[in-house]
């Protein structure tokens, strides 16, 4: 999507509720699935959203992604297969315990991916 087009569904979905990465729903995911790889970016716009969240066996915190938006829902991808994976921040109160869109692995989620939540 280029960024006229961004930024002009955003501007129409003011006021809308805010859907955020769900990382321990992706954590739950990876865990099941054990892929090689798997990236998260919002529905739409991964060209400037997305990128590696978990590969090679470990969780990867140095990359860039915007996980957030009241307009493209929050997705992950694992090997190839796209799932939907976000929670309205109102359901979470403001701030999701912390997340928002430059949340990268929160300990809730390292813990589902070590097996020691949920």
Same mark, same amino acid.
């Given at each position: 999507?280029?960024?006229?087009?961004?930024?002009?569904?955003?501007?129409?979905?003011?006021?809308?509720?805010?859907?955020?990465?769900?990382?321990?729903?992706?954590?739950?995911?990876?865990?099941?699935?054990?892929?090689?790889?798997?990236?998260? !970016?919002?529905? /739409?716009?991964? @060209?400037? *959203?997305?990128?590696?969240?978990? %590969?090679?066996?470990?969780?990867?915190? =140095?990359?860039?992604?915007?996980?957030?938006?009241?307009?493209?829902?929050?997705?992950?991808?694992?090997?190839?297969?796209?799932?939907?994976?976000?929670?309205?921040?109102?359901?979470?109160?403001? !701030?999701?315990? /912390?997340?928002? @869109?430059? *949340?990268?692995?929160?300990?809730? %989620?390292?813990?589902?991916?070590?097996? =020691?939540?949920?």
């Amino acid at each position: 999507m280029d960024t006229l087009s961004a930024f002009a569904m955003g501007r129409a979905s003011q006021g809308k509720p805010r859907m955020v990465f769900d990382w321990d729903k992706a954590a739950e995911l990876i865990r099941e699935r054990k892929p090689q790889r798997a990236s998260a !970016g919002l529905s /739409g716009d991964w @060209e400037y *959203t997305g990128d590696t969240i978990f %590969a090679d066996g470990k969780p990867v915190t =140095d990359s860039y992604t915007y996980l957030a938006s009241t307009w493209a829902p929050p997705e992950i991808d694992i090997d190839g297969a796209i799932i939907e994976c976000w929670l309205l921040e109102s359901e979470l109160g403001k !701030g999701v315990n /912390g997340w928002d @869109e430059n *949340t990268k692995w929160p300990e809730s %989620a390292l813990a589902i991916l070590a097996g =020691d939540g949920r």
